[in-house]
């Protein structure tokens, strides 16, 4: 499609867009206190509410004023089973089996237990490849995990680092540090998605170069659960976890998720951090203290989940799929970034430069670096001002993120031209 700059052009994109309606389903906040909506690019740290959030958890509420503890037991969508609930909506979203996910405790927790049964190293297989530049928490998680294991972090850390002079890693440097440190990688932990530049990472060909080698692959899924379609089970992935306040809209510090591929559902032998939630459910109230794991990636659980935030999850899913699944938003994501896309490039060419890379290689998320005699952090504080929510992140990018469920073509025109006046 050509694109124009201009308003009625995005006007009639949106009146084009079958998805026009999800817009409907979610709380937009409005700029300070006016009737005008805010241009809310910052789906990918803090998703925004969806409408049915407030009657599910009220049903939860009104449930446990009305029943108490039977709340558990015979009513609709009881709590003792609520987890399994979300299952099957999950699945979809990353390309598994519904006995391949389960909803529970928080990302990096998530990470640690699944860490905990597949990070096994030996003293010939001991290292983990992961991005210099990963999120904070990763590298902090991987990090103690090697200190845990008795290895020195400096000799067990891969590190990936750029090309010089650039800031996406290629897939080419990414599979030939594979190949090179075959014999000594105990695991492989990337991100589906990097959180700095947006750029989306080929999972698929890791996963291969991964099991062409016999090494251990997880991803941390947060900036890609809800963003860009998957097919884990079919990837032969290990392992993922990812939160569900970003693209899955589900509030604050929300439960998050898990995935452990089928292959490893049955084996006795893999160890793990275990609580009773993870025992076989015909025998879990029989309270004995031998563990039997369920056949699952549930085996992994260790508490009760917090049923408010399931319900809040609950919501999430259900507004997925009112809009028809992944594949659906992926498409009009990938018009709304283009769009953005051109947007700047056409008018703000030398002012800005945009790091996220094009096409297959990028969700909703832009990165964009200031070039101009302004500060990144002054533009940031500039834009947010004038009506604008999206994100800073150290060094120097400011991410913004045109989400599909409920971002609009306008809303990118509108951007740019205060993103414009702020230059």
């Known amino acids: 499609m050509a694109f124009e700059d201009s308003l009625a052009f995005a006007q009639s994109l949106d009146q084009q867009d079958p998805l026009a309606h999800m817009r409907d389903a979610f709380h937009i906040p409005k700029i300070n206190g006016s009737n005008e909506d805010e241009i809310y690019f910052c789906g990918n740290s803090l998703g925004l509410q969806p409408k049915l959030t407030s009657q599910y958890l009220n049903d939860e509420l009104t449930k446990w004023q009305q029943l108490g503890v039977k709340g558990h037991f015979d009513c609709e969508f009881p709590w003792m089973p609520y987890h399994e609930f979300l299952t099957e909506e999950s699945a979809k979203l990353v390309g598994a089996k519904p006995s391949e996910v389960v909803c529970m405790n928080s990302l990096t927790a998530n990470l640690h237990f699944l860490m905990v049964s597949f990070y096994r190293p030996t003293q010939q297989k001991f290292k983990v490849l992961i991005e210099d530049h990963a999120f904070p928490s ?145 025998t879990r109230f029989k309270m004995e203290n031998h563990f039997i794991p369920i056949q699952s990636a549930e085996g992994w659980q260790l508490s009760n989940p917090p049923i408010l935030s399931l319900a809040a999850i609950r919501a999430s899913l259900d507004t997925f799929k009112q809009a028809g699944g992944i594949s659906a938003l992926r498409d009009k994501s990938k018009q709304l970034a283009a769009y953005l896309r051109f947007l700047l490039n056409n008018r703000l060419k030398n002012q800005v430069e945009i ?69």
């Not at 990165?367 to 002054?378: E, Q, V």
């Open 138 to 282: 990763d590298h902090y998680a991987v990090e103690s995990q090697i200190k845990f294991h008795g290895f020195d972090p400096d000799e067990a850390m891969v590190l990936l680092k750029p090309r010089e002079g650039e800031e996406c890693l290629q897939l080419d440097d990414i599979l030939a540090t594979i190949d090179a440190h075959a014999n000594e990688l105990a695991l492989i932990m990337l991100p589906g998605v990097q959180y700095y530049t947006g750029q989306v990472f080929d999972m698929q060909a890791i996963a291969d170069a991964a099991q062409h080698h016999d090494i251990v692959v997880g991803f941390d899924l947060a900036h890609a659960t809800g963003n860009v379609v998957m097919k884990l089970h079919d990837w032969g992935v290990d392992f993922a976890a990812w939160c569900s306040y970003k693209y899955l809209n589900s509030g604050p510090g929300s439960v998050a998720g898990c995935f452990v591929h089928e292959k490893h559902h049955d084996n006795a032998d893999l160890p793990r951090f275990a609580g009773w939630w993870g025992h076989d459910k015909a």
């Open 355 to 423: 790091i996220t890379p094009d096409d297959q290689l990028s969700g909703c998320q832009l990165s964009i670096c200031i070039n101009s005699n302004k500060t990144g952090k002054d533009v940031f504080n500039a834009i947010e001002a004038a009506g604008v929510t999206c994100d800073w992140r150290e060094p120097n990018v400011i991410r913004v993120a045109p989400v599909p469920l409920y971002n609009t073509f306008e809303d990118c025109v509108r951007f740019v031209d205060i993103l414009e006046a702020s230059l």
